[in-house]
């Protein structure tokens, strides 16, 4: 080591059940039928493929399939269904799930003890169609204010007796433990990959887009939902889109992020944002910025002022660790996603802001591998710049983007085609460990570690 400076039942398919991430199909759906769609559905794809920019530009390497899992008897139509919580402000918690029936009361009862519901919230439901799909009835709660460092346990509606559910707080100062993980999908490179996180006992899930690639089968939103259910229901996730987000058809439903938007509503408003695609939040001496790689970025933008107005409000003092995540990467030595505007464009418009600014490190995901670069600044290393890592390997189903650029660039300081997972551990004011993990056999391999000093705290990265 060395210091560097997607399934809730849609109404038009009544027989079409989803547990975790299995779809049982009854007679009624006939293979005529099924065949119409899919090759309705293959159309949509060949013909918009292009709007995804670069998703097929290169050959991948097939990935683990996807999990199929049996229903569970377990879970009622008015049961509450993909719970996943996210912070909201320094100390409440929404708390989001689904539900098959209509009507079910948006109520979450939680206390400190098992089983004891002192207190008791309530809030707001949405739904939303695409195409021919509609959504069951989702469920947005906002809970608190709450401890630091606390186990909670919760319930979702009044008449949940079943399913209770835990999750433990943030610390309100240092150490905190991110993990980072970009990519995900549902294939059973994903299971592994969650099952490596379960494990590493973090306080703040970071996902850089490209959820539950879906690309526009809506159902594969409720069977991710249900995948990362036991974790997303334990621990906040905080998330940002990629371009499997987009999920846009010209003229058909030309709206952007219908999906995301409705079910992976973040904290936006509080940070003073006006879009669900950026916004910041801080927890336990961490200012984290979720920038949009998939809406205007550039000068004059309303993300690019907001991004301004936001850095000139951070307290070095308070959160003397400043963290930004995009999806499309700004440093990239693969093959893969080269030459993009999401990319270059994004960098041209905003590396200055974020030089500036002295953010620490920058993630992204897009490119289904694992890179780190050195601290650099307009292509060159630059010890005042932020560290990029990309941590686009969670396990998605399109596979590993194993070719890289030769020869090896100076500022590449680690690169491997391997799925896994990041974890970030912020010390205290002036040092974190970044150690990237292996699913290597399905054991947690420990492949890249790196002590990162603080930028706010190195004298010579002082702004003047």
Request: net charge neutral; charged share 20%; glycine share 8%.
């Amino acid at each position: 080591m060395r210091v560097v400076d997607g399934g809730v039942i849609p109404r038009w398919m009544p027989s079409l059940f989803r547990r975790s991430n299995v779809f049982v199909v009854s007679a009624w759906w006939s293979t005529s039928m099924a065949i119409r769609v899919f090759f309705v559905a293959l159309m949509f794809w060949l013909v918009f493929a292009g709007y995804y920019r670069g998703v097929l530009s290169y050959n991948r390497p097939p990935a683990r399939q996807t999990l199929s899992i049996l229903p569970s008897l377990k879970v009622d139509r008015s049961s509450p269904q993909q719970v996943h919580i996210s912070l909201v402000g320094s100390d409440k918690m929404r708390i989001s799930w689904i539900t098959e029936d209509f009507g079910t009361p948006s109520t979450v009862q939680y206390g400190t003890s098992s089983g004891m519901n002192t207190w008791v919230a309530n809030g707001t439901t949405n739904s939303y169609k695409y195409l021919v799909y509609e959504s069951g009835e989702i469920h947005e709660v906002i809970i608190g204010p709450l401890k630091p460092d606390t186990s909670y346990y919760y319930r979702c509606g009044l008449n949940n007796v079943d399913r209770e559910f835990t999750f433990k707080t943030p610390p309100a100062q240092f150490p905190i433990k991110f993990a980072v993980v970009g990519d995900l999908g549902q294939t059973e490179w994903t299971q592994s990959t969650l099952d490596h996180i379960s494990g590493s006992k973090y306080d703040v899930l970071l996902l850089p887009g490209d959820l539950s690639y879906a690309d526009m089968y809506q159902p594969r939103w409720d069977s991710f939902g249900q995948l990362v259910e036991p974790l997303a229901s334990q621990r906040p996730w905080m998330v940002s889109q990629g371009n499997h987000e987009v999920e846009k058809i010209p003229i058909i439903h030309p709206r952007s992020f219908t999906s995301y938007n409705t079910r992976w509503r973040m904290p936006y408003e509080e940070s003073g944002s006006d879009s669900n695609l950026y916004y910041s939040f801080e927890v336990a001496g961490v200012h984290v910025l979720m920038l949009g790689s998939y809406t205007d970025f550039e000068a004059g933008t309303s993300q690019y002022n907001w991004l301004q107005a936001d850095l000139a409000k951070v307290d070095r003092k308070k959160t003397p660790w400043l963290v930004a995540l995009v999806h499309a990467p700004w440093y990239n030595s693969n093959t893969a996603h080269q030459g993009e505007y999401q990319s270059y464009g994004m960098r041209a418009a905003m590396e200055g802001l974020l030089y500036d600014a002295r953010v620490d490190v920058v993630f992204a995901g897009h490119v289904h591998a694992y890179e780190r670069f050195t601290r650099v600044h307009k292509g060159q290393a630059n010890n005042c710049g932020p560290v990029h890592i990309t941590i686009g390997d969670g396990g998605n189903r399109e596979g590993l983007a194993n070719k890289y650029i030769d020869p090896h660039p100076k500022i590449s300081v680690f690169r491997e085609a391997s799925f896994g997972h990041g974890e970030l551990q912020v010390m205290n004011e002036s040092y974190a460990l970044w150690s990237w993990h292996r699913n290597d056999d399905d054991e947690p391999i420990t492949a890249d570690s790196v002590w990162l000093r603080s930028l706010t705290n190195d004298p010579a990265c002082k702004k003047v």
